[in-house]
């Protein structure tokens, strides 16, 4: 192995480069060039209707590449269901990494999200109806991926240039999916919070729930209590569904620095609303300490004047996951069992199934995601043909229910971090990250070191 790429010092290399970014950008945000590729609207069937094209946005940064020359490598962001400048701006792990590895950064949008909008780029054609939005599936973005990396790899004269993926949430989803399926394209992935085990009945529909009411409860008893919410207790279902937004997001993005993925908010946001709760100053006011844990969330920046309950604004471009939900990506989360904070509930396909109907006109294909990838017996299945994935989980992050949480082999590795949330290895480093997280992201590295390694030298013997 090449020991140039091991990262026993890889934390305090990060946070010296972070510190002089710091000074130099605001936020450390990468100044990508966005570019556009023009896209084949259906990569799997060959009729003229699928040879139509849109132009598919990526950004591309080539500050630390090495250069096609010295075959450097390619680290690739497979895009999520949202604008791809978001994502890029909160997935700093593959900018700090980057000079450590002379690496082009390339983030992908995927299509029908953002500005990489088939049907002419007009989003209201592309959203208009189901024959339209049937072209929206991950198989579609996969290829899409596959297609535009190919080709840019071409365009660089760079085909030894090996390929990682990279991806947190749905995306982290994708990443796994893209090493699974085209192995030939990249040579690794850090698929990070990526429920891929979230379909059927191999994960508990309770679980999601379940983890957001221990995060609050290990927290605070009393304010595990006092976020328990009854039907009969809260009739409007804006409220309920605008508490249950905040707790759940809240949940989910429980950093151990600020943030501003979601929403503005402070380090251990979770611990923050129970100190809302527990604040003597609202004395037995149920409502008080709800809007004073709310505030975390929805205020924490302090500059709302006023809720809009019933606000269903899209500031990060996220509509087409409705139609994604209600087509392939059957993701059971809803039950809640007598102990959680939320009203006791089943989950139910039937349900669901009916919405789909009755918004989109379609039924919902729940087998599709496992027909299609894989997933039950995956540790079995795996093993016998999968390589190069590196699975984290933070288990104070509802979606670890729906992940890898277990070695698979050598080579399909699970990192679990007790006190990890939504995808925070991929976020920027800083100098408050406690140590534990430091330690994720130094094995991370030390994994993908790895993988460069052995492709460098099957590439050649001699490097």
């Known amino acids: 192995m090449d020991q140039s790429l091991l990262a026993d010092n890889i934390d305090e290399y990060i946070l010296r480069y972070a510190g002089n970014e710091r000074t130099q950008r605001n936020q450390r945000s990468e100044p990508y060039r966005e570019k556009f590729f023009t896209q084949v609207l259906d990569h799997y069937t060959f009729r003229p209707q699928s040879y139509k094209t849109f132009q598919q946005r990526y950004l591309i940064s080539e500050k630390y590449w090495g250069g096609a020359e010295k075959n450097a490598p390619i680290f690739l962001y497979t895009g999520n269901e949202g604008d791809i400048d978001w994502f890029a701006q909160n997935t700093g792990f ?15 949008e995927h299509r029908f999200y953002g500005k990489s909008m088939p049907f002419g780029g007009n989003k209201e054609v592309a959203y208009s109806n ?16 596959a297609t535009l990396i190919i080709d840019l790899k071409k365009n660089l004269s760079a085909a030894d240039s090996p390929v990682v993926v990279f991806g947190g949430s749905y995306g982290g989803m994708l990443a796994a999916w893209f090493r699974l399926k085209y192995p030939h394209v990249a040579i690794g992935a850090l698929a990070s919070s990526s429920p891929i085990l979230n379909f059927e009945s191999i994960t508990s529909p309770y679980s999601f729930n379940n983890i957001i009411t221990q995060d609050f409860r290990g927290e605070s008893e009393d304010c595990y209590r006092s976020f328990k919410i009854c039907n009969n207790y809260i009739s409007a279902s804006s409220l309920y569904n605008w508490l249950y937004t905040a707790w759940v997001y809240t949940a989910m993005t429980d950093y151990p620095t600020p943030s501003n993925f979601l929403s503005p908010m402070p380090a251990y946001p979770v611990k923050e609303m129970c100190k809302a709760i527990d604040d003597p100053k609202t004395g037995n006011n149920t409502f008080a300490k709800l809007y004073g844990a709310a505030s975390v969330y929805y205020n924490y920046s302090g500059t709302a004047t006023c809720f809009d309950l019933d606000d269903d604004s899209d500031p990060h471009g996220l509509g087409g996951w409705s139609w994604q939900a209600c087509t392939e990506m059957i993701m059971p989360t809803s039950g809640n069992n007598e102990d959680s904070i939320f009203a006791a509930s089943t989950w139910s396909y039937e349900d669901r199934a009916a919405s789909c109907e009755a918004y989109f006109g379609v039924e919902p294909r729940p087998s599709w995601i496992t027909t299609e990838f894989g997933g039950h017996d995956i540790k079995r299945v795996l093993k016998r043909f999968g390589s190069n994935i590196i699975f984290f989980n933070g288990l104070r992050d509802p979606w670890s229910g729906g992940g890898v949480l277990e070695n698979i082999s050598s080579s399909i590795v699970a990192i679990v971090a007790e006190q990890g949330a939504h995808h925070v290895d991929l976020r920027f480093a800083t100098s408050e990250d406690p140590k534990w997280l430091r330690d994720v992201r130094k094995r991370e590295v030390n994994i993908i070191a790895k993988w460069l390694s052995e492709y460098y030298d099957d590439l050649d013997p001699a490097h």
């Open 94 to 108: 593959i900018v700090d990494i980057a000079p450590h590895f002379k690496a082009l950064l390339v983030f992908i």
């Open 130 to 145: 189901s024959s339209t939005l049937g072209y929206l599936t991950s198989t579609q973005a996969l290829a899409d991926y």
